[in-house]
């Protein structure tokens, strides 16, 4: 089994920054690919940023410019550093594994879990 477990919302004046964690437990061998995503209230769940196939990553265009991705395989962590935050960047913000090596960026494709960080910007 593998837990992730997301740290580092919080509230956030519009222009501000956060960096997000996710730490990975148990079976994480078996977690290839990790990414980010969000949902805000009354939305889907989006795609944020996640790796490509061939070793890059890839940001939503609406975060682009402003949030970067990265990862510590040596600690089990994914990081998600967000600057200019904006309160459109509002939601909560989960991070997602999953046991294959192809990079996806629809929900669908992840089976592994966190149970979200709350990140709040104000205007």
């Known amino acids: 089994q593998v837990q992730l477990v997301e740290s580092g919302g919080g509230l956030v004046q519009a222009g501000g920054s956060l960096r997000l964690s996710c730490a990975a437990s148990g079976r994480t061998a078996g977690v290839y690919v990790m990414a980010w995503f969000r949902q805000a209230p009354g939305k889907e769940r989006e795609f944020v940023a996640g790796?490509?196939?061939?070793?890059?990553?890839v940001i939503a265009p609406s975060v682009m410019g402003r949030f970067t991705i990265s990862r510590d395989n040596a600690k089990n962590t994914l990081y998600l550093q967000m600057n200019s935050l904006k309160p459109e960047d509002t939601a909560v913000y989960y991070c997602a594994g999953r046991p294959y090596t192809v990079a996806l960026t629809a929900p669908s494709g992840y089976q592994y879990w966190g149970q979200g960080t709350q990140v709040t910007v104000s205007s």
């Open positions: 790796p490509t196939n061939n070793a890059g990553t």
